[in-house]
């Protein structure tokens, strides 16, 4: 298993910087067309929740895809195989509501045309996929269970998700090996029911007592009898797993006002949101997995920093498109993909998807933001449709999320995955059960 630490954090810094730059994709194939000639705009969507409590997913992943749509524009459009396709987005917001993302993926597809869609995943998929497989249509979830063998052109990867939320157990085991106790929650829909049981079955595998494994309903507003009852079983860590935003910042609220004193953890903390809700101490240690780009792990200069700095010029504080936020970790998590895809063009020299992933495939790796990635998955999924990146582990510090390490999850998870997916089958989770 290969875990980055800070003493190899330049060796890492190296590589993504050198690597990640590479996958914007105009710049690949550049010197081999001298005179590339002009083609026609080729269309993208993104289909996800921009308003509701899932937003926190969604809507800010606008930004990290729309500054790459306008950066290949700038050099005259995606180069592929001596053309210059520029690229327009158009977007669709699905509330997370199945039926509202199968309007919108035909409205996509229908109206514009599209080649590829962004999204966040879960019900949504579930709802668009036979549309999207009949129309031959690439569509990137946020997360990897969502991948399916009949769901040929739905990949994902580039956010961690699930391997985050099994890797956790092992990354606090290892920064405390005398925790035991192991409780974790999420709502009660696809993303929850799936993410929970990989969680649930790496916690085990890792020595730890799970003593709270539930999930409350979706239309959960009050959260203090929910953390009460978790509470009760005495945890040495509360685990979120894939809660939505909105609900983190809430469950972990109660947890302050009840005492809870032991360590948080989580698939993603909004820290902004968090932060309106409990004092910056409380959370000093708590875990999760989207890093921030301002990081000194990434160092300058490099493609993260870049990201950071273009990001706060255009969405940032006075900026000509203010967002009122600051920077999160779905600003960059959507166009991981986004980027594959756009490399899979180029390497197929065409956008017929069966091309474009097939291409993908074929590479021993595929640049990304977060470093290089294999297109694998079968073990868990049925189909190589997922990238898996190396994996970054943050921690609150002093009120602000810093990386702490890295660590591959193709080597941890093989010494494991036996026991995770006997425990996944157990809960009817494996993608052959859904």
């Known amino acids: 298993m290969k875990i980055v630490n800070r003493s190899l954090r330049t060796l890492m810094i190296s590589t993504l910087a050198a690597t990640s730059i590479m996958v914007a994709g105009t710049t690949t194939s550049a010197a081999a067309w001298k005179d590339p000639k002009p083609g026609e705009t080729v269309n993208i969507g993104f289909l996800g929740a921009l308003s509701g409590p899932d937003a926190g997913w969604g809507l800010p992943g606008l930004t990290g895809n729309q500054m790459f749509v306008d950066e290949v524009n700038a050099e005259g459009g995606l180069l592929v195989n001596g053309n210059r396709y520029p690229l327009k987005m158009f977007t669709f917001d699905d509330e997370a509501v199945g039926s509202k993302a199968l309007q919108g993926a035909k409205e996509l597809v229908l109206q514009h045309d599209v080649k590829f869609i962004s999204a966040i995943g879960g019900n949504p998929a579930d709802a668009v996929h036979p ?10 979830s946020l997360i990897s269970t969502d991948i399916k063998p009949d769901r040929p052109y739905l990949i994902a990867g580039g956010d961690v998700t699930p391997r985050i939320d099994m890797m956790r157990p092992f ?4 920064r405390n090996p005398n925790l035991k ?14 993410s929970q ?3 649930v079955g790496s916690a085990l595998a890792d020595g730890w007592d799970v003593v709270y494994d539930k999930h409350y309903a979706i239309e959960t507003t009050d959260f203090a009898p929910v953390v009460t009852a978790m509470l009760a079983t005495k945890p040495d860590v509360v685990s979120l797993n894939l809660s939505y935003p909105t609900f983190v910042a809430l469950i972990i609220e109660q947890l302050f006002i009840q005492g809870y004193k032991g360590e948080i953890s989580a698939n993603y903390l909004d820290s902004e949101s968090i932060l309106q809700k409990v004092p910056v101490e409380y959370m ?5 997995s989207f890093p921030l780009f301002d990081d000194p792990w990434w160092n300058e200069p490099s493609f993260q920093h870049k990201f950071y700095q ?6 940032g504080p006075g900026a000509p498109e203010d967002v009122k936020r600051g920077i999160t970790g779905i600003d960059w998590d959507h166009v991981i993909m986004l980027r594959v895809w756009a490399k899979g063009v180029q390497l197929a020299g065409t956008f017929n998807p ?3 992933l097939e291409a993908l495939r074929k590479e021993d790796y595929i640049l990304t933001i977060l470093g290089p990635g294999k297109m694998s998955g079968k073990e868990m999924w049925g189909i190589d449709n997922m990238i898996s990146t190396p994996i970054p582990f943050n921690e609150h510090r002093n009120g602000v999320k810093r990386v702490q390490a890295v660590i591959n999850f193709s080597n941890w998870f093989e010494a494991r995955q036996d026991q995770i997916i006997r425990v996944v089958r157990e809960r009817g989770q494996m993608w052959d059960q859904r």
Do not use: F, N, P
């Open 284 to 288: 000093e240690g708590a875990v999760d």
């Open 181 to 194: 106790r192991w409780a974790v929650i999420s709502q009660d829909d696809t993303i929850g029911l799936t």
């Open 197 to 199: 049981a990989w969680e």
């Open 310 to 315: 273009d990001w706060l010029k255009r969405y």
């Open 171 to 174: 990354y606090h085991k290892m």
């Open 354 to 356: 069966d091309k474009v």
């Open 131 to 140: 549309y999207l497989t009949r129309k031959k249509v690439i569509y990137a």
